[in-house]
């Protein structure tokens, strides 16, 4: 859930394009492009669905907590010691 999906739409059966149509973005090779987990259920078993892992609105935000509860104890103790 914490990552989007982009995905080639000519790799998507005909059967399930209905599905894809609200999330096609049109180019030369149009995608679709999910911002979250809705449709890993109907496209999970397509080979590559899962393979984009790039961050969502939520993974960034985990991605930001994770950092600042890494950075916090450093910048505490570095600005402790220039007092």
């Given at each position: 859930m914490l990552n989007y999906r982009r995905f080639p739409l000519a790799k998507v059966p005909d059967s399930l394009k209905?599905?894809?149509t609200p999330y096609i973005q049109p180019g030369?090779?149009?995608t679709i492009v999910v911002l979250d987990h809705r449709l890993d259920g109907i496209f999970?078993?397509?080979p590559g669905?899962?393979?984009d892992r790039h961050p969502n609105l939520a993974g960034y935000n985990v991605i930001a907590d994770?950092?600042?509860k890494f950075l916090a104890p450093i910048i505490r103790a570095r600005?402790?010691?220039a007092k």
């Amino acid at each position: 859930m914490l990552n989007y999906r982009r995905f080639p739409l000519a790799k998507v059966p005909d059967s399930l394009k209905p599905f894809a149509t609200p999330y096609i973005q049109p180019g030369a090779d149009p995608t679709i492009v999910v911002l979250d987990h809705r449709l890993d259920g109907i496209f999970g078993q397509l080979p590559g669905w899962f393979a984009d892992r790039h961050p969502n609105l939520a993974g960034y935000n985990v991605i930001a907590d994770e950092t600042a509860k890494f950075l916090a104890p450093i910048i505490r103790a570095r600005h402790s010691q220039a007092k």
